[in-house]
């Protein structure tokens, strides 16, 4: 198998395209930076090629300086995050160092600063004192300390600074952008367009102020040797006092088409970091809560926990006595400062007994309404149940006739609030189907939306890619076929109904799991079976060009589940193995097989084996963190004789991988949710054995 590795710019995208799809592929000879060499002499029908590429920037699209600066977490030394005017930016402190890091961390193909390019800026500054300049960044040779480019502001002026190197050793050329005022207390993007002697500068998206000089910018600006410096010029004279939003370079062209008109153009982005773009409350409701501290320019409650309304909304109340700092969401609490928690140990919280034994579990929270769970039970009637959390339990809310639901899946789009079931088995009626349910406000209930025709459905998975929304169905098999396709469908807004968009063969598919990485969007199948054996692939596909094209295939036993989690910057996929059976290799026991932990390598873009772990029948694994520490819980369901097995939670251990820190009893264990609410952090688990599901909360200390 021929490993590519491929470094995408402009020219060379469009292979991307043609070579995704041939599965048969051509060895190479050579390879350089954004060249592929195709060995033409050797090529060998049956090889199969493997095209992998690389996720750095492309010549042509943005380079974030800002997001390369500034961890993802934005949490760091010196750095500050202020919400403002209800947007975000950092604010960075003189005492600690600038943040900066070396240009050849943006200049990956060559160390050339590109000859024409625009520079986006959004920055807040309260005020300047006359005669006064603060720097936005600089680019500086280190040995020299040349500014090569530059940009600064004072009370009125817009200095574009940069290095030329036409006479002697070089000298600084300066281009002024005049009566402009930038400290006024506001949000404003900048867009600066360079092309040869013409400067242009575009601010809130009004017309440009347009410069043209005598000596053009370099042709060819050698950036060996230079470190990008984030508000400041490397020194403490002339630092950057305000907050900064947006930070990019666009190379190659003027970034004002891209980006302007705007509907806020005050806050018109082209890129920004991901931490700065979040909402106080994240609305994924099935995942970890995820929050960062930061500060705002909002009221901050003291003394014993004060009511939290629709009045309160996105104020912040801190409790002197716990240290906690807490967010109102409008309904409730959201604990904003859970660094410093530990995981001790989990405790019996609620034996929640269940009209039959449940399969998939759902946890999500309707604004302003409440945290709710969605069971996919195996009795038709009453059905699958909606609880709601009251009073610190989960209480039936709602039934729901279902026909052996595998799944819910909550989704949202735009206002609307959807909850889709995967029906495993037939209606009354001999019908297959899977049905989306509407959240009706004024009625407080779902109620059927959109029936879909599935085959023995086992999962949905529900995404969205540049606004548009998606649903994929795991079509599990058809009788006694289980190589059939699964289907992905488009949410069609015109007919506010969702149709079909692409049909993928699939191998009695289980899960599906959609995640992006940088900007690409992936989706991986969890393949089971295909008719004789486990022992099959499971697949990756990557959107390119308007649908999804095979990235990856992984050797996966009776696959269940797909998980991705983030450990700071590293991405992992863990596969729940469930069973491994193959006529040619019978297993003395073909249940207790390792599940497997991949994670994404870089520089051979591709998920690689990180870490293999013993289970028993595992149907799910479930990723959560408790303060700074990250776990993975996984759902073991049988060891080949029993359905009292252990289900095991790992915490994250750096070097070591994953280590088990707690066994816990459970039957035929199905699935695991995490969820938190203001009084603590919790997980639940299914049966698919026994009509009890078990609510279980995390103690920390
Ligand atoms: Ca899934
Ligand atoms: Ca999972
Ligand atoms: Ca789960």
Request: include cysteine; charge should be neutral.
């Given at each position: 198998m021929a490993a590519l590795v491929f470094k995408p710019n402009a020219e060379n995208l469009q292979p991307?395209?043609?070579?995704?799809?041939?599965?048969?592929?051509?060895?190479?000879?050579?390879?350089?930076?954004?060249?592929?060499?195709?060995?033409?002499?050797?090529?060998?029908?049956?090889?199969?090629?493997?095209?992998?590429?690389?996720?750095?920037?492309?010549?042509?699209?943005?380079?974030?300086?800002?997001?390369?600066?500034?961890?993802?977490?934005?949490?760091?030394?010196?750095?500050?995050?202020?919400?403002?005017?209800?947007?975000?930016?950092?604010?960075?402190?003189?005492?600690?160092?600038?943040?900066?890091?070396?240009?050849?961390?943006?200049?990956?193909n060559c160390g050339l600063f590109p000859e024409e390019f625009s520079i986006v800026v959004t920055l807040k500054v309260t005020s300047i004192p006359p005669k006064k300049n603060e720097y936005i960044f600089t680019l500086i040779e280190e040995k020299s300390d040349n500014v090569l480019v530059g940009l600064r502001y004072s009370?009125?002026?817009?200095?574009?600074?940069?290095?030329?190197?036409?006479?002697?050793?070089?000298?600084?050329?300066?281009?002024?952008?005049?009566?402009?005022?930038?400290?006024?207390?506001?949000?404003?993007?900048?867009i600066m367009a360079v092309s040869g002697q013409s400067f242009s500068l575009t601010i809130d998206c009004n017309m440009s102020l347009d410069v043209v000089v005598s000596a053009p910018f370099p042709a060819s600006l050698n950036t060996y040797g230079s470190r990008f410096y984030i508000g400041s010029r490397k020194r403490l004279k002339g630092a950057f006092s305000g907050l900064l939003r947006q930070l990019v370079l666009l190379p190659g062209s003027d970034a004002t088409p891209r980006i302007c008109p705007s509907s806020n153009p005050k806050l018109a982005v082209l890129s920004i970091p991901t931490v700065l773009q979040e909402l106080p409350v994240k609305p994924e409701s099935n995942e970890v809560l995820v929050t960062y501290p930061y500060e705002a320019?909002?009221?901050?409650?003291?003394?014993?926990?004060?009511?939290?309304?629709?009045?309160?909304?996105?104020?912040f109340w801190f409790d002197a006595s716990r240290r906690g700092l807490y967010l109102c969401d409008g309904l409730q609490w959201i604990s904003m400062l859970e660094a410093k928690k530990r995981l001790d140990y989990v405790e019996e919280y609620q034996n929640l007994i269940t009209t039959s034994e449940t399969m998939g579990l759902e946890t999500f929270v309707i604004p302003k309404v409440g945290l709710f769970m969605a069971t996919a039970n195996r009795k038709t009637q009453p059905g699958s149940a909606i609880?709601?959390?009251?009073?610190?339990?989960?209480?039936?809310?709602?039934?729901?006739?279902t026909y052996q639901?595998?799944?819910?899946?909550?989704f949202t789009i735009g206002k609307k609030i959807f909850l889709a079931v995967a029906n495993f088995e037939q209606n009354e009626n001999s019908q297959e189907l899977s049905v989306i349910y509407k959240w009706n406000p004024k009625k407080q209930k779902f109620f059927v939306y959109q029936r879909i025709a599935t085959h023995s459905a086992r999962d949905w998975e529900s995404f969205q890619i540049g606004g548009e929304a998606f649903l994929v169905v795991a079509n599990h098999r058809q009788g006694d076929n289980h190589n059939i396709n699964s289907i992905i469908y488009?949410?069609?807004?015109?007919?506010?109904?969702?149709?079909?968009?692409?049909?993928?063969?699939?191998?009695?598919a289980y899960d599906w799991e959609f995640f992006t990485i940088g900007p690409y969007s992936f989706l991986v199948v969890a393949n089971t079976f295909n008719g004789t054996s486990t022992k099959i692939h499971s697949h990756i596909y990557i959107w390119l060009s308007g649908m999804f094209r095979l990235f990856q295939s992984i050797l996966t036993f009776g696959a269940a589940d797909w998980e991705v989690f983030h450990i700071g910057d590293r991405i992992f996929l863990a596969v729940a193995n469930s069973h491994s059976y193959d006529p040619r290799t019978l297993?003395?026991?073909?249940?207790?097989?390792?599940?497997?932990?991949?994670?994404?390598?870089?520089?051979?873009?591709?998920?690689?084996?990180?870490?293999?772990?013993?289970?028993?029948?595992?149907?799910?694994?479930?990723?959560?963190?408790?303060g700074e520490d990250s776990f993975l819980v996984v759902a073991n369901s049988f060891d080949g004789v029993s359905f009292s097995v252990n289900s095991v939670i790992y915490r994250w251990q750096g070097y070591e991988g994953f280590v088990a820190v707690h066994s816990l009893p459970t039957f035929g264990c199905r699935d695991w949710e995490a969820f938190n609410t203001t009084a603590g952090s919790y997980l639940i688990y299914s049966s698919a054995k026994e009509p009890i599901s078990k609510v279980l909360k995390l103690k920390t200390y």
């Open positions: 991307i395209k043609t070579l995704m799809m041939s599965s048969t592929g051509f060895p190479f000879s050579k390879l350089e930076s954004s060249e592929i060499h195709i060995d033409i002499a050797q090529y060998d029908p049956a090889a199969y090629l493997t095209l992998m590429f690389n996720f750095s920037a492309t010549d042509l699209r943005p380079l974030d300086i800002l997001s390369e600066g500034v961890p993802s977490s934005g949490v760091q030394p010196g750095i500050r995050m202020v919400q403002v005017q209800g947007s975000r930016g950092f604010l960075f402190s003189t005492s600690v160092g600038p943040p900066s890091f070396p240009s050849s961390q943006l200049f990956i009370m009125n002026k817009l200095h574009f600074l940069f290095w030329s190197k036409d006479v002697f050793n070089g000298w600084q050329s300066r281009v002024t952008f005049r009566g402009i005022t930038l400290a006024d207390n506001r949000w404003h993007t900048l320019d909002m009221k901050v409650n003291l003394g014993v926990r004060p009511p939290c309304t629709k009045a309160e909304n996105a104020q609880y709601k959390w009251t009073d610190g339990k989960f209480e039936p809310y709602q039934y729901i006739t639901a595998q799944a819910w899946r909550y488009k949410w069609n807004s015109r007919t506010a109904l969702f149709e079909i968009n692409q049909t993928i063969p699939t191998s009695g297993l003395h026991n073909s249940y207790s097989i390792n599940s497997t932990i991949y994670e994404l390598n870089i520089t051979a873009q591709m998920f690689v084996k990180f870490q293999d772990i013993l289970t028993f029948s595992a149907l799910d694994w479930e990723f959560f963190s408790v």
